[in-house]
């Protein structure tokens, strides 16, 4: 928390109209954070923006496609123009198949494009600034799917996330700049929502966010019993693929 002295750190935060981006804006607006909010659903962005600071002084709504390039450089011009600079980018923006199967649907490199380019050029953008002050961190959203391989082009994204985030880690070792990677499992989202699964709800990923801004750390995996998982993937795969075959079964839709 910051005291009124202090002045508050400022996150960019991308997929903050409902989710998880909702309840890490909120989580992180009550740990005292100046806030960036990005989507494209505008009308949710400002209502949410309105209920954090209803003053309009410390939160932003800004309306982006992160997949498009010119909303990703107005995104982090507005930030910077709004309060100066960027202490945080948290890459949380992140889109599945909505139905059906990957190879069926009318446009699946987008999910590439949402989850995997747009963190990295977001990351490009906010660089120089952050190594310049020696002063920042990146945190990326991905998925339990980074690790545990279920969905072709979901997957393919959060494997291609999760190598970038823990190479990006390792570049920018000394310079000042953290990278953290918090990896979700099944989460109570608009992506999860026909799922016959019991979840938790996004909040245990907004804390979890929060918590390795203050303290960080190089991977969260939330819940921590999904690391079990991963390591059942690595040691007994065939175990894994029964397990995905129900949860299919289930008509998970991500």
Known sequence: ??????????????????????????????????LVLAARRLDKLEALARQLDPGGQRVVAV????????????????AQRRFGH??????????SIASGMWWDAPDPLRVLHVNLDAP??????????????????????????????????????????RGFSLSLRRELLGSGVN?????PGFIRTELTQNAKLPMP?????????ADVLERPRREVVVPGGYRLATLLDQLAPGLVDRAVALIRRGRYRA
């Open 1 to 34: 928390m910051t005291s009124p002295t202090t002045p508050r750190p400022v996150a960019v935060l991308t997929g903050a109209s409902s989710g998880i981006g909702e309840a890490a804006a909120r989580e992180l607006s009550r740990r005292g954070y100046a």
């Open 63 to 78: 309306q982006a496609d992160v997949a498009d390039p010119a909303d990703r450089a107005h995104l982090i011009a507005e």
């Open 86 to 95: 960027i202490d945080a980018l948290i890459n949380n923006a992140g889109i």
């Open 120 to 161: 990295i050029e977001l990351t490009r953008l906010v660089l120089p600034a952050m190594r310049a002050r020696r002063h920042g961190h990146i945190v990326n959203v991905g998925s339990v799917a980074g690790s545990v391989a279920f969905q072709g082009i979901y997957s393919a994204s959060k494997f291609g996330l």
């Open 179 to 183: 990278v953290s990677l918090v990896s």
């Open 201 to 209: 709800g996004p909040e245990i990923v907004a804390r979890a966010i």
